[in-house]
Structures are given as C-alpha cells and as structure tokens.
C-alpha cells in the first residue's frame, strides 16, 4: 500500500497582475465565481479527492482568503436571529470543510520556491498541489484523477491538459510516452517553451500529486525562465531518478486569473447552477441574438474577433 494523500498545498503568493485593477487590494483567488470565491472550488475539489488538510502558501494582502475559511461570530449571530438558515448552514459547511494552515512566501520568487515554503508542513508525506485560480468543470474531480493513478503506482503525477500550440509558452509542456489511454510516462518536461521548442501540445494545469522526495530537488533548484525557481524544472530532475507519470484531465479547466477565462467561467458556473440556469440562459440568447443583428447590420460597436485556435 502506498501512503495515503492527506495533504494539498494552495500556493497562493501570486499578485494576480493579469486582473488590475481588481486585484490591487484584493486577492485573485478571491474573485467570484457566482457567489463563490475560486480558491472554494479548488478547496472543493481537493476534499472531493479525499484530502484533509490544506497548506495555504499566501503573501502579503491575503488576509481575505483566510477569512473566508474562518468562522465568523457576528455574522453567524445575525443570521441566526434572523432565521436565515440555509446559508448558516452553507457557512459552516465551508469552515468545517478542511484543516487549513496558512503559511507566508515572504518574496515571489516562483511556483517551485512557493512549494518549499510548505516543506515544514508537509513532512514525509506524498502531497497534492493546486493552483487557486485555476477551476475544473467535469464529471469527477480533477485532484481524485490524479489520485487514482498515485494509488495504483506509487509515484509522482502530473496534471496535463492540450492546448492549441499558439499557447504553449504560456504553460510547462510535457515530453511523454503513452502507456495507456490519457496516462504517460514522463521523458521530459520544459517551462514556457517557444513553439518550435515545445515537444508536445500538452500542458501542465495547475494540478499535481508529488512525493517529498521533489523537496530536496527544489531546495537546491536554480532559477529558470523569468528568473524563478519553477517546479517544472524540479519535476524533470525527478522524472530522472523515478517514474513520473502525467495524465490527461478529464474536464473543462478555466484560468480564473485571466480576463477571458474568468468570463467563460462564470457563463459555464451559471448555466451548471439549477437555482439561475434558465434566466441566465434566456439572457444570454436574447443578448446574443441582438448583438448578431447589430453586427450583421454594421452597427458592431466592438466587431466579434473569431476565435483563435
Ligand atoms: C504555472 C506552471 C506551469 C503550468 C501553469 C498552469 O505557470 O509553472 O508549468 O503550466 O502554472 O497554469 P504560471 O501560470 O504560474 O506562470
């Protein structure tokens, strides 16, 4: 039997630069989607994967998210007299859904470095990691894929996904062989490549499943591109000394950090939600009827750019 997987670590140091103004005094993961903040769906997730204890990597102006997590007295007074039970109850769902331990990067210097941070935490345990502005929307929880394979082979998994190749320099690429459907053997993985130097069309999502033997790779980890200490370089340092397997995520995965797949995630959330799904629906035909007459008829304040990719 290997270990069990009790813990996740959340890095979430990151100052969200892609959402200013927004995000000049609030968190990036604390951004809503409907009427949640995203760092709860990762949370979610994670629990949905068995997990029992979070490891928050936060920095400076990250208060918000710890007291999300917290229990709030006032507040839960309030409610309580005024008889509003259902989301009593939802608050204290969401305090009870985990342990969580909150520890600081002091200074930004990279996802590779964030991990380490939580080192202390982790101890001699294999560890989930997820990033706090990335969501997946599918069948099954995107850390619970990921987990079944740890089960059956005992090491390192990658969390990957394909991409057009116009983006692949936006994410660490993955060189593999297949050994069954969706899951491969990694042979090698590189940071941000350019597109002549990508060996594959599949990126790392912000979803793993690591031993703590990636810990003393990382302690001695040199900075990479941007000048940041990245664990994809640590990963490929470890898929040299032992099996490292990647697997291809089931799930439509959104990048909450970003304009345009905050807005996608919110569309998709909403029509997912019984409670708003049928308005929203009739809201979004209606608008999306109008604005194609307004762009057949020339009136296109802001002409539709067809989609690349
Ligand atoms: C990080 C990782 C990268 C991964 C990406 C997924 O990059 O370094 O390998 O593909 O997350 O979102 P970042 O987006 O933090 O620059």
């Known amino acids: ?73 006032e507040l839960e007074d309030v409610l309580q007299k005024k008889n509003k039970t259902a989301v009593l109850t939802e608050l204290r769902r969401i305090t009870n859904l985990a342990q969580i331990l909150y520890l600081r990067q002091k200074e930004a210097l990279g996802l590779g470095h964030a991990v380490l941070c939580a080192e ?62 969706g899951l491969y053997r990694v042979d090698g993985l590189v940071e941000k490549p350019r597109i002549e130097d990508a060996p594959s069309d599949f990126a790392i999502i912000g979803r793993y499943l690591l031993t703590p033997d990636v810990f003393g790779i990382l302690r001695t980890q040199a900075p990479g591109v941007g000048g940041e200490i990245q664990l994809t370089d640590a990963l490929k340092t470890l898929a040299k000394n032992r099996p490292v397997y990647a697997l291809e995520i089931e799930g439509d995965r959104f990048d909450t950090g970003d304009k345009m797949g905050f807005l996608k995630a919110t569309v998709r959330f909403a029509l997912n939600r019984p409670d708003l799904s049928g308005e929203f629906f009739h809201f979004l035909r209606e608008t999306l009827e109008r604005e194609t007459l307004r762009q057949s008829a020339g009136e296109g304040v802001h002409a539709v750019r067809p989609v690349q990719g």
């Open 120 to 181: 202390l935490a982790v101890g001699d345990e294999p560890f989930a990691v997820a990033l706090g502005d990335e969501i997946l929307d599918g069948p099954k929880s995107g850390l619970a894929q990921l987990m079944e394979v740890y089960r059956e082979f005992g090491a390192p998994v990658i969390g990957m996904q394909r991409v057009p190749l116009s983006e692949v320099s936006h994410y660490g690429i993955v060189a593999g062989t297949e050994i069954r459907k």
């Open 1 to 73: 039997m290997h270990p069990t997987v009790r813990k996740a670590v959340f890095p979430l140091a990151g100052h969200g630069t892609r959402f200013l103004p927004m995000t000049k005094s609030s968190p990036k993961e604390m951004l809503p989607v409907i009427d949640k903040p995203v760092v709860q769906y990762v949370v979610e997730e994670a629990v949905a994967a068995g997990i029992e204890q979070m490891v928050m990597v936060t920095g400076r102006g990250k208060r918000a998210i710890e007291d999300h997590f917290d229990i709030s007295y």
